[in-house]
Protein backbone atom coordinates (compact mmCIF):
# COMPACT_ATOMS: atom_id res chain seq x y z
CA UNK A 1 0.00 0.00 0.00
CA UNK A 2 2.85 2.64 0.66
CA UNK A 3 4.18 1.93 -2.76
CA UNK A 4 1.14 2.30 -4.43
CA UNK A 5 0.51 5.57 -1.75
CA UNK A 6 3.71 7.23 -2.96
CA UNK A 7 3.64 6.52 -6.86
CA UNK A 8 -0.46 7.03 -7.36
CA UNK A 9 -1.81 9.19 -4.70
CA UNK A 10 1.50 11.78 -3.56
CA UNK A 11 2.27 12.17 -6.92
CA UNK A 12 0.37 11.98 -10.50
CA UNK A 13 -2.94 10.43 -9.78
CA UNK A 14 -2.47 8.41 -13.73
CA UNK A 15 0.45 6.84 -14.83
CA UNK A 16 1.26 5.25 -18.34
CA UNK A 17 2.19 1.49 -18.04
CA UNK A 18 6.31 2.08 -19.09
CA UNK A 19 6.16 5.10 -16.41
CA UNK A 20 4.37 3.00 -13.86
CA UNK A 21 6.54 0.01 -13.81
CA UNK A 22 9.79 1.50 -14.18
CA UNK A 23 9.41 4.06 -11.02
CA UNK A 24 8.25 0.48 -9.44
CA UNK A 25 11.40 -0.99 -10.30
CA UNK A 26 13.21 1.59 -8.56
CA UNK A 27 11.24 2.20 -5.48
CA UNK A 28 11.62 -1.81 -5.18
CA UNK A 29 15.46 -1.62 -6.01
CA UNK A 30 15.71 0.85 -2.59
CA UNK A 31 13.66 -1.02 -0.86
CA UNK A 32 16.21 -3.92 -1.54
CA UNK A 33 18.92 -2.40 -0.71
CA UNK A 34 17.37 -1.11 2.57
CA UNK A 35 17.42 -5.08 3.90
CA UNK A 36 13.37 -5.36 2.80
CA UNK A 37 12.55 -8.59 1.18
CA UNK A 38 10.63 -8.24 -1.75
CA UNK A 39 10.80 -11.52 -3.89
CA UNK A 40 8.62 -10.94 -6.79
CA UNK A 41 9.16 -8.49 -10.03
CA UNK A 42 6.99 -5.41 -10.23
CA UNK A 43 4.92 -7.22 -12.87
CA UNK A 44 3.89 -10.11 -10.95
CA UNK A 45 2.90 -7.30 -7.90
CA UNK A 46 1.09 -5.35 -10.27
CA UNK A 47 -0.46 -8.48 -11.33
CA UNK A 48 -1.55 -9.28 -7.45
CA UNK A 49 -2.76 -5.58 -7.05
CA UNK A 50 -4.60 -5.30 -9.89
CA UNK A 51 -6.38 -8.84 -8.72
CA UNK A 52 -6.92 -7.56 -5.09
CA UNK A 53 -8.91 -4.77 -6.74
CA UNK A 54 -6.65 -2.08 -5.86
CA UNK A 55 -5.13 -0.62 -8.75
CA UNK A 56 -7.05 -0.31 -12.02
CA UNK A 57 -5.96 -0.23 -15.89
CA UNK A 58 -7.80 1.96 -18.49
CA UNK A 59 -6.98 2.19 -22.04
CA UNK A 60 -7.76 5.77 -22.99
CA UNK A 61 -9.18 6.95 -26.42
CA UNK A 62 -6.42 8.00 -28.29
CA UNK A 63 -3.38 6.50 -25.90
CA UNK A 64 -0.36 4.44 -27.04
CA UNK A 65 -0.36 2.37 -23.73
CA UNK A 66 -2.45 1.49 -20.95
CA UNK A 67 -2.79 3.99 -17.71
CA UNK A 68 -2.71 2.51 -14.43
CA UNK A 69 -4.21 4.25 -11.32
CA UNK A 70 -5.80 4.05 -7.77
CA UNK A 71 -9.69 2.17 -7.29
CA UNK A 72 -11.62 4.80 -5.85
CA UNK A 73 -12.12 2.20 -2.49
CA UNK A 74 -8.00 1.72 -2.52
CA UNK A 75 -7.41 5.64 -2.58
CA UNK A 76 -10.64 5.92 0.07
CA UNK A 77 -8.57 3.09 2.29
CA UNK A 78 -5.35 5.32 1.86
CA UNK A 79 -6.68 8.36 3.27
CA UNK A 80 -8.10 6.30 5.78
CA UNK A 81 -5.00 5.37 7.28
CA UNK A 82 -3.65 8.45 6.86
CA UNK A 83 -5.84 9.71 8.84
CA UNK A 84 -5.10 7.38 11.73
CA UNK A 85 -1.71 8.18 11.28
CA UNK A 86 -2.71 12.24 11.80
CA UNK A 87 -5.48 12.28 13.40
CA UNK A 88 -7.65 15.10 14.04
CA UNK A 89 -9.06 16.49 17.05
CA UNK A 90 -12.37 14.55 17.94
CA UNK A 91 -14.86 18.08 17.97
CA UNK A 92 -13.82 20.98 16.86
CA UNK A 93 -15.32 24.29 16.28
CA UNK A 94 -15.60 24.77 12.94
CA UNK A 95 -16.93 21.34 11.85
CA UNK A 96 -19.48 21.90 14.11
CA UNK A 97 -20.25 25.62 12.79
CA UNK A 98 -20.50 23.87 9.35
CA UNK A 99 -23.07 21.84 10.64
CA UNK A 100 -24.94 24.26 11.81
CA UNK A 101 -24.81 26.63 8.81
CA UNK A 102 -25.35 23.57 6.45
CA UNK A 103 -28.69 22.78 8.69
CA UNK A 104 -30.05 26.52 8.86
CA UNK A 105 -29.41 26.75 4.83
CA UNK A 106 -31.39 23.57 4.82
CA UNK A 107 -34.13 24.64 7.12
CA UNK A 108 -34.52 28.24 5.37
CA UNK A 109 -34.34 26.87 2.12
CA UNK A 110 -37.26 24.34 2.26
CA UNK A 111 -39.53 25.93 4.26
CA UNK A 112 -42.11 26.89 2.11
CA UNK A 113 -44.43 29.40 4.80
CA UNK A 114 -43.44 32.70 3.64
CA UNK A 115 -44.15 33.85 7.04
CA UNK A 116 -41.22 32.43 8.34
CA UNK A 117 -38.82 33.16 5.89
CA UNK A 118 -39.94 37.03 6.35
CA UNK A 119 -38.97 36.49 10.52
CA UNK A 120 -35.77 34.53 9.25
CA UNK A 121 -35.09 37.29 6.40
CA UNK A 122 -35.81 40.26 9.05
CA UNK A 123 -33.74 38.34 11.68
CA UNK A 124 -30.74 37.94 10.10
CA UNK A 125 -30.73 41.97 8.49
CA UNK A 126 -31.21 42.97 12.57
CA UNK A 127 -27.92 40.85 13.27
CA UNK A 128 -25.90 42.68 9.81
CA UNK A 129 -26.88 46.06 11.50
CA UNK A 130 -25.68 44.58 14.92
CA UNK A 131 -22.29 43.87 13.53
CA UNK A 132 -22.35 46.90 11.42
CA UNK A 133 -22.61 48.86 14.39
CA UNK A 134 -19.99 47.05 16.60
CA UNK A 135 -18.20 47.32 13.67
CA UNK A 136 -18.19 51.32 13.96
CA UNK A 137 -17.76 51.04 17.84
CA UNK A 138 -15.12 48.58 18.16
CA UNK A 139 -13.22 48.01 15.07
CA UNK A 140 -12.55 45.05 13.26
CA UNK A 141 -12.93 41.78 15.36
CA UNK A 142 -10.45 38.44 13.78
CA UNK A 143 -10.32 35.26 14.53
CA UNK A 144 -7.37 34.05 16.74
CA UNK A 145 -4.66 32.31 14.63
CA UNK A 146 -5.40 28.79 15.74
CA UNK A 147 -8.71 29.06 15.27
CA UNK A 148 -8.05 30.61 11.50
CA UNK A 149 -5.76 27.70 10.93
CA UNK A 150 -7.97 25.06 12.57
CA UNK A 151 -10.76 26.55 10.15
CA UNK A 152 -8.11 26.70 6.80
CA UNK A 153 -7.24 22.83 8.08
CA UNK A 154 -11.10 21.78 7.81
CA UNK A 155 -11.80 23.54 4.42
CA UNK A 156 -8.59 21.65 2.87
CA UNK A 157 -10.14 18.52 4.28
CA UNK A 158 -13.34 19.14 2.91
CA UNK A 159 -11.47 19.98 -0.29
CA UNK A 160 -9.43 16.62 -0.83
CA UNK A 161 -12.50 14.98 -0.14
CA UNK A 162 -13.87 16.73 -3.25
CA UNK A 163 -11.39 16.08 -5.59
CA UNK A 164 -11.24 12.47 -4.61
CA UNK A 165 -15.10 12.24 -5.43
CA UNK A 166 -14.12 12.91 -8.85
CA UNK A 167 -12.95 9.12 -9.14
CA UNK A 168 -16.17 7.42 -7.66
CA UNK A 169 -18.37 9.96 -9.74
CA UNK A 170 -16.32 8.16 -12.92
CA UNK A 171 -16.83 4.84 -11.83
CA UNK A 172 -20.49 5.57 -11.24
CA UNK A 173 -20.71 6.36 -15.13
CA UNK A 174 -18.58 3.21 -16.04
CA UNK A 175 -21.45 1.18 -14.11
CA UNK A 176 -23.81 3.24 -15.87
CA UNK A 177 -22.48 2.58 -19.36
CA UNK A 178 -21.91 -1.19 -18.96
CA UNK A 179 -25.06 -1.66 -16.81
CA UNK A 180 -26.98 0.67 -20.67
CA UNK A 181 -24.84 -1.86 -22.73
CA UNK A 182 -26.24 -5.26 -20.66
CA UNK A 183 -29.93 -3.84 -21.02
CA UNK A 184 -29.59 -3.76 -24.86
CA UNK A 185 -27.79 -7.17 -24.89
CA UNK A 186 -30.52 -8.69 -22.80
CA UNK A 187 -33.50 -6.94 -24.19
CA UNK A 188 -36.06 -9.25 -26.27
CA UNK A 189 -37.54 -7.09 -28.25
CA UNK A 190 -36.95 -5.45 -31.25
CA UNK A 191 -36.80 -2.08 -29.55
CA UNK A 192 -36.59 -2.32 -25.60
CA UNK A 193 -36.77 1.37 -23.69
CA UNK A 194 -32.73 1.75 -23.53
CA UNK A 195 -32.85 1.59 -27.81
CA UNK A 196 -36.02 3.59 -28.38
CA UNK A 197 -34.40 6.27 -25.85
CA UNK A 198 -31.14 6.02 -28.12
CA UNK A 199 -32.85 6.52 -31.41
CA UNK A 200 -34.61 9.06 -30.35
CA UNK A 201 -31.18 11.49 -29.20
CA UNK A 202 -31.74 11.54 -25.64
CA UNK A 203 -28.49 11.33 -24.06
CA UNK A 204 -29.38 8.34 -21.28
CA UNK A 205 -25.36 9.12 -19.30
CA UNK A 206 -26.25 12.85 -18.91
CA UNK A 207 -29.82 12.35 -17.85
CA UNK A 208 -29.36 10.16 -15.09
CA UNK A 209 -29.32 10.97 -11.79
CA UNK A 210 -25.16 11.06 -11.60
CA UNK A 211 -25.24 12.40 -14.79
CA UNK A 212 -27.55 15.33 -14.02
CA UNK A 213 -25.78 15.63 -10.29
CA UNK A 214 -22.09 16.35 -12.71
CA UNK A 215 -23.56 18.74 -14.96
CA UNK A 216 -24.92 20.93 -12.02
CA UNK A 217 -21.33 20.80 -10.65
CA UNK A 218 -19.52 21.13 -13.81
CA UNK A 219 -21.80 24.58 -14.43
CA UNK A 220 -21.42 25.84 -11.08
CA UNK A 221 -17.60 25.33 -11.42
CA UNK A 222 -17.08 26.90 -14.91
CA UNK A 223 -19.04 29.96 -13.69
CA UNK A 224 -17.24 33.08 -14.25
CA UNK A 225 -18.38 35.14 -11.15
CA UNK A 226 -18.13 31.97 -8.79
CA UNK A 227 -14.59 31.11 -10.11
CA UNK A 228 -13.83 35.07 -9.63
CA UNK A 229 -15.21 34.80 -6.17
CA UNK A 230 -13.11 31.51 -5.07
CA UNK A 231 -9.89 32.87 -7.16
CA UNK A 232 -10.35 36.01 -4.77
CA UNK A 233 -11.06 34.19 -1.57
CA UNK A 234 -8.15 31.94 -2.32
CA UNK A 235 -5.65 34.66 -2.48
CA UNK A 236 -6.76 36.55 0.51
CA UNK A 237 -6.75 33.26 2.91
CA UNK A 238 -3.35 32.26 1.58
CA UNK A 239 -1.81 36.13 2.14
CA UNK A 240 -3.12 36.26 5.56
CA UNK A 241 -0.57 36.35 8.81
CA UNK A 242 -2.06 32.79 9.98
CA UNK A 243 -1.33 31.04 6.36
CA UNK A 244 2.19 31.40 7.66
CA UNK A 245 1.31 28.52 10.00
CA UNK A 246 0.41 26.10 7.25
CA UNK A 247 2.79 23.35 5.81
CA UNK A 248 4.03 23.72 2.43
CA UNK A 249 1.86 20.88 0.85
CA UNK A 250 -1.65 22.64 2.50
CA UNK A 251 -0.20 25.95 0.86
CA UNK A 252 0.19 24.40 -2.48
CA UNK A 253 -2.84 22.38 -2.36
CA UNK A 254 -4.82 25.82 -1.86
CA UNK A 255 -2.86 27.62 -4.51
CA UNK A 256 -4.07 25.24 -7.12
CA UNK A 257 -6.95 24.24 -5.63
CA UNK A 258 -9.05 26.16 -8.81
CA UNK A 259 -6.84 24.07 -11.92
CA UNK A 260 -7.21 20.64 -9.42
CA UNK A 261 -11.07 21.00 -9.52
CA UNK A 262 -10.91 22.17 -13.16
CA UNK A 263 -8.65 19.30 -14.45
CA UNK A 264 -10.76 16.19 -12.20
CA UNK A 265 -13.87 17.55 -13.46
CA UNK A 266 -12.67 18.58 -16.86
CA UNK A 267 -11.23 14.60 -17.03
CA UNK A 268 -14.72 13.23 -15.63
CA UNK A 269 -16.59 15.43 -18.48
CA UNK A 270 -14.10 14.04 -20.80
CA UNK A 271 -14.81 10.43 -20.11
CA UNK A 272 -18.89 10.95 -19.86
CA UNK A 273 -19.29 12.19 -23.15
CA UNK A 274 -16.93 9.17 -24.91
CA UNK A 275 -19.29 7.01 -23.23
CA UNK A 276 -22.75 8.70 -24.45
CA UNK A 277 -20.56 8.84 -27.88
CA UNK A 278 -19.74 5.50 -27.97
CA UNK A 279 -23.34 4.19 -27.04
CA UNK A 280 -24.56 6.26 -29.78
CA UNK A 281 -21.92 4.81 -31.97
CA UNK A 282 -22.78 1.15 -30.72
CA UNK A 283 -26.45 1.47 -31.40
CA UNK A 284 -26.24 3.40 -35.09
CA UNK A 285 -23.97 0.63 -36.30
CA UNK A 286 -26.13 -1.77 -35.61
CA UNK A 287 -22.94 -3.30 -33.53
CA UNK A 288 -25.58 -4.08 -30.84
CA UNK A 289 -27.42 -6.61 -32.94
CA UNK A 290 -24.28 -8.42 -33.79
CA UNK A 291 -23.90 -9.07 -29.95
CA UNK A 292 -27.07 -9.53 -29.04
CA UNK A 293 -27.38 -12.36 -31.34
CA UNK A 294 -23.95 -13.83 -29.71
CA UNK A 295 -25.37 -13.04 -26.50
CA UNK A 296 -28.22 -14.72 -27.19
CA UNK A 297 -26.46 -18.05 -28.65
CA UNK A 298 -24.14 -18.22 -25.24
CA UNK A 299 -27.86 -18.32 -23.47
CA UNK A 300 -28.95 -21.23 -25.49
CA UNK A 301 -25.83 -23.37 -25.21
CA UNK A 302 -25.87 -22.73 -21.14
CA UNK A 303 -29.26 -23.81 -20.70
CA UNK A 304 -28.66 -26.51 -23.23
CA UNK A 305 -25.70 -27.75 -21.43
CA UNK A 306 -27.49 -27.16 -17.90
CA UNK A 307 -30.17 -29.65 -19.53
CA UNK A 308 -27.64 -32.50 -20.13
CA UNK A 309 -25.54 -32.20 -17.61
CA UNK A 310 -28.17 -34.84 -15.61
CA UNK A 311 -27.65 -37.27 -18.64
CA UNK A 312 -24.26 -36.86 -20.26
CA UNK A 313 -20.89 -37.05 -18.27
CA UNK A 314 -18.53 -34.25 -18.90
CA UNK A 315 -15.15 -36.85 -19.77
CA UNK A 316 -17.81 -38.70 -21.63
CA UNK A 317 -16.41 -38.79 -25.60
CA UNK A 318 -18.82 -37.28 -28.07
CA UNK A 319 -19.65 -38.64 -31.85
CA UNK A 320 -19.31 -34.91 -33.00
CA UNK A 321 -16.23 -33.46 -34.95
CA UNK A 322 -15.70 -29.60 -34.73
CA UNK A 323 -13.50 -27.55 -37.61
CA UNK A 324 -11.62 -25.09 -36.44
CA UNK A 325 -10.92 -22.05 -38.50
CA UNK A 326 -7.70 -21.19 -40.33
CA UNK A 327 -5.81 -18.31 -42.18
CA UNK A 328 -4.69 -18.61 -45.67
CA UNK A 329 -0.87 -18.46 -45.50
CA UNK A 330 0.77 -17.15 -49.12
CA UNK A 331 5.21 -17.17 -49.87
CA UNK A 332 6.90 -14.22 -49.07
CA UNK A 333 8.23 -14.61 -52.90
CA UNK A 334 5.13 -13.94 -53.49
CA UNK A 335 5.31 -9.90 -52.24
CA UNK A 336 6.27 -7.40 -54.49
CA UNK A 337 8.61 -4.74 -53.01
CA UNK A 338 8.03 -1.37 -53.16
CA UNK A 339 10.95 0.83 -55.25
CA UNK A 340 10.99 4.43 -53.72
CA UNK A 341 13.15 5.10 -57.08
CA UNK A 342 10.00 5.01 -58.83
CA UNK A 343 8.80 8.01 -57.45
CA UNK A 344 11.81 10.40 -57.01
CA UNK A 345 11.02 13.96 -56.98
CA UNK A 346 12.42 16.52 -59.03
CA UNK A 347 14.96 17.93 -56.99
CA UNK A 348 16.11 20.86 -59.39
CA UNK A 349 15.41 24.21 -58.15
CA UNK A 350 15.76 27.06 -60.63
CA UNK A 351 17.37 30.56 -60.02
CA UNK A 352 14.94 32.86 -59.00
CA UNK A 353 15.09 36.80 -60.12
CA UNK A 354 16.73 38.86 -57.00
CA UNK A 355 13.76 41.11 -55.39
CA UNK A 356 13.94 44.45 -53.39
CA UNK A 357 11.82 43.98 -50.27
CA UNK A 358 12.72 46.21 -47.46
CA UNK A 359 12.57 45.13 -43.09
CA UNK A 360 9.30 46.60 -42.93
CA UNK A 361 7.54 44.58 -46.05
CA UNK A 362 9.78 41.36 -44.97
CA UNK A 363 8.05 42.26 -41.36
CA UNK A 364 4.73 42.75 -42.73
CA UNK A 365 4.85 39.07 -45.16
CA UNK A 366 6.25 37.05 -41.86
CA UNK A 367 3.23 38.76 -39.79
CA UNK A 368 0.55 37.41 -42.52
CA UNK A 369 2.16 34.38 -42.90
CA UNK A 370 2.86 33.24 -38.81
CA UNK A 371 0.96 33.70 -36.01
CA UNK A 372 1.74 36.67 -33.94
CA UNK A 373 2.37 34.49 -30.35
CA UNK A 374 4.08 36.95 -28.50
CA UNK A 375 1.07 39.63 -29.02
CA UNK A 376 -1.38 36.75 -27.95
CA UNK A 377 0.52 36.19 -25.03
CA UNK A 378 0.16 39.85 -23.73
CA UNK A 379 -3.58 39.20 -23.95
CA UNK A 380 -3.69 36.48 -22.07
CA UNK A 381 -0.94 38.44 -19.50
CA UNK A 382 -3.60 41.18 -19.58
CA UNK A 383 -6.75 39.53 -19.03
CA UNK A 384 -5.88 36.91 -16.08
CA UNK A 385 -4.69 39.76 -13.90
CA UNK A 386 -7.99 41.29 -13.94
CA UNK A 387 -9.93 38.25 -13.72
CA UNK A 388 -9.29 34.28 -12.45
CA UNK A 389 -10.28 32.06 -15.73
CA UNK A 390 -11.07 33.14 -19.29
CA UNK A 391 -11.81 31.60 -22.42
CA UNK A 392 -11.02 31.78 -26.56
CA UNK A 393 -14.32 33.19 -26.83
CA UNK A 394 -14.21 35.96 -24.34
CA UNK A 395 -10.86 36.78 -25.21
CA UNK A 396 -11.90 37.36 -28.52
CA UNK A 397 -14.37 39.68 -28.11
CA UNK A 398 -12.21 41.59 -25.68
CA UNK A 399 -9.08 42.11 -27.92
CA UNK A 400 -9.69 41.94 -32.02
CA UNK A 401 -8.27 39.32 -33.81
CA UNK A 402 -5.71 41.13 -35.57
CA UNK A 403 -4.82 38.38 -37.45
CA UNK A 404 -8.07 36.87 -38.26
CA UNK A 405 -8.25 33.65 -37.94
CA UNK A 406 -4.48 33.08 -37.44
CA UNK A 407 -5.12 34.52 -33.84
CA UNK A 408 -8.28 32.00 -33.43
CA UNK A 409 -5.60 29.37 -34.12
CA UNK A 410 -3.37 30.49 -31.90
CA UNK A 411 -4.99 30.65 -29.12
CA UNK A 412 -6.48 27.28 -29.37
CA UNK A 413 -2.71 26.37 -29.72
CA UNK A 414 -1.71 28.21 -26.48
CA UNK A 415 -4.72 26.39 -24.40
CA UNK A 416 -4.02 23.10 -26.16
CA UNK A 417 -0.15 23.54 -24.26
CA UNK A 418 -1.15 25.95 -21.24
CA UNK A 419 -4.92 25.73 -20.59
CA UNK A 420 -7.61 23.34 -19.98
CA UNK A 421 -9.29 21.46 -22.68
CA UNK A 422 -12.60 19.93 -22.37
CA UNK A 423 -14.88 18.21 -24.78
CA UNK A 424 -17.20 20.68 -25.31
CA UNK A 425 -17.11 23.46 -28.16
CA UNK A 426 -17.44 27.15 -28.02
CA UNK A 427 -18.99 29.57 -30.59
CA UNK A 428 -16.52 32.29 -31.65
CA UNK A 429 -16.39 35.43 -33.76
CA UNK A 430 -14.09 37.58 -35.14
CA UNK A 431 -13.47 40.71 -37.86
CA UNK A 432 -11.96 39.37 -40.81
CA UNK A 433 -9.29 41.98 -42.67
CA UNK A 434 -12.26 42.65 -45.19
CA UNK A 435 -14.36 43.94 -42.67
CA UNK A 436 -16.33 40.60 -42.89
CA UNK A 437 -18.08 38.95 -39.53
CA UNK A 438 -17.06 35.31 -38.87
CA UNK A 439 -17.67 32.86 -37.09
CA UNK A 440 -16.66 28.98 -35.85
CA UNK A 441 -16.64 26.55 -33.07
CA UNK A 442 -13.44 25.82 -31.34
CA UNK A 443 -12.93 23.22 -28.43
CA UNK A 444 -14.35 24.99 -24.81
CA UNK A 445 -10.58 25.74 -23.44
CA UNK A 446 -10.27 27.97 -19.97
CA UNK A 447 -7.06 29.87 -19.40
CA UNK A 448 -6.99 29.42 -15.73
CA UNK A 449 -4.55 32.39 -13.74
CA UNK A 450 -2.64 30.09 -11.22
CA UNK A 451 -2.03 27.45 -14.35
CA UNK A 452 -0.55 30.50 -16.54
CA UNK A 453 2.84 31.46 -14.47
CA UNK A 454 4.63 28.70 -17.05
CA UNK A 455 2.97 31.24 -19.74
CA UNK A 456 4.13 34.33 -18.31
CA UNK A 457 7.84 33.22 -17.90
CA UNK A 458 8.09 32.59 -21.76
Known amino acids: MGLMQCLLLEQEKTLPSSVF ?6 EIDTLRAHGHDLPQTPQAYVADWIGEGWLSRRFPAGASEEEFELTAEATSALRFLNGLLKPRTAATESRLATVILQLTRLADETDANPETRRATLIAERE ?4 ELLALEREGVKTLPEERALERVREIIALAEELASDFRNVRDEFDKLNRGLRQSLMESDGSRGE ?3 ALFAGVDLIAQSEHGKTFNAFWRLLTDGEQAATLMESLESVTSRAFARGLELKERRFLQNLTGTLMAEGGSVHEVVQQFARSLKTFVQSRE ?4 R ?4 LLREAQQ ?3 QARDSIRPNSQLDYSLSLTSSRLRSVSQWELHDPSLNVADTAMPEAEPSELGLDVVEELVRQSE ?4 TLRQHLREALSE ?11 RFPAEQGFGSVVGYVALGAKHGEVTSETELVSWLGSDEKQRKAKVPAIYFVRESMLELFNE
Not at 387 to 396: C, D, K, W
Request: aromatic content about 6%; glycine content about 2%.
Open 293 to 296: RLHS
Open 387 to 397: QSQITVGQLLN
Open 288 to 291: FQEQ
Open 127 to 130: RIDA
Open 304 to 306: AAL
Open 371 to 374: IDFR
Open 21 to 26: HERLSR
Open 194 to 196: VLE
